[in-house]
């Protein structure tokens, strides 16, 4: 089958990567309107070929690794261009308004997925291999999709050694909201607190491996980020006012010098790996 | 020499491991008021012998790798029970509690030093080798050190790989907070907003890299951490006040829709990464 990715950075090169090992899978195409991007991702033989959005009619597989406004935009440009047996497999970060947006006559091809994984680099550069490896990717709104095209999402994506979970769109933003979205905000106010502070190349000389681990995702792409905030608005300000009940009354506690509810507090927090192991 | 490390968890214990390199330090003995402490630190090889308090009289270095409330109440028992050439070092996280009430007659001894390492876990079975390596320690107010304990708190940090700092404990308290312990009560915070969704089993399923990154934190020891934010609380709060601020600032723009102002907001937090860089 031929695959076209369309966006190929992080997460686009990376499924490139992947996707060469599936016996299935014979061409892998690119779409990229960035230039450097385009022959990058020749360079690193990510892909075999670059080709233009009018070829899109030879192609089996249509992945879209690209922001989320990029996805809704393309949805509609991809209506009646496409094979009529193509799968369309958007990676987008927020699914809610994506699932909402599909294209009537195109919704049976499409397949909304939220692999989670990544890291805070960008670009073709950072196209790596077993960036999908036993991680976790989110299917939305499933039984919408074709029969065959479920087929295929599944061959792929556990053909790629991901564990598949399945959830309706809403309630995949909102978890998103609190497993992602806020803890970015967090981390970008983190690295703006500490850059405004006036001997802030003193204090970052400390730095350890803690401040490092909570600042990561502050160098994550703003074009993504301001993409899902938009997308996610009202789940990401409601999971950061819940943040900020549980930050304040942990400060109030400190404050007040409730050194009991302080050691509560912090130790109800250790229980996150009991969960998590 | 011979060395006495009291606190044979994950700062003591790895410390040990790597003392244990350093032609000049020919036993390392240990205290632990906890029993089970001391049979795994004997039988991990950290130290080569368990000594009681009152044998303090025949070492040469002594370290302190307790909790800070723990150093502040063991410093008064040091006093007079000590080698009279004898090198105190604590490894305590805040310096200026711990620098103002070092008895006068101990003070030539004494070196205020805080390694900028660590991770979430804790205990003789936390130790590891290389948990100094490549580090920054800070050493605090060391005028006020002997020359002779100044030598040998030198010797030992560059012996074990260690970038060392210098800086006045009241600058230290302050950096600290923004570069370790606030984070560390951000962490905390953002465990327990998950915690306390209903649905937080479906929400951690999601879980990968981003949100584990901000979330290791909260896994830290409430014993050592409740001592901290006790020792550092006017510099905590402030931190907290300011992160508040920045927090509120970007979910505002949020809220209004200010998307230029939240890709400023995030393209400025990306900076962090020309500093450490």
Redesign the interface.
Known sequence: MKVCIIGLGLIGGSLALSLKKLPFINEIYGIDHNIEHQSKAIKYNLVDKIIDFKEIKEIDIIILAIPVNGILSIMKQLDEKIKETATIIDLGSTKETIVKNIPANIRENFVAAHP????EHSGPDAAIEGLYND??V?LCNFEQSGKLQQEIAVRIFSGIHMNI?YMDAH?HDR??A???H????????????????E??????????????????????S?NM??DI??QN?DN??N??D???I??DS??KS??N?E?DN??K?????????D??S
Chains 1, 2 share one sequence.
Do not use: C
């Open positions: 989670m994984t990544g890291n991680k976790v989110v979970i309630k978890h998103a609190f497993i992602s806020m803890p970015h905000i967090i981390s970008y106010s983190i690295a703006n607190t500490v850059l405004r502070q001997d802030k190349h003193n204090i970052l000389s400390m730095a350890a491996g803690g401040f490092r681990s909570m600042s990561r995702l502050a160098n994550s703003p980020w301001e905030f938009k608005k990401v300000l999971a950061i819940i943040f900020q549980e930050l942990l400060k400190i404050k010098e050194w302080v050691y507090k912090i130790d109800n927090g250790n229980k996150l790996k969960i998590f």
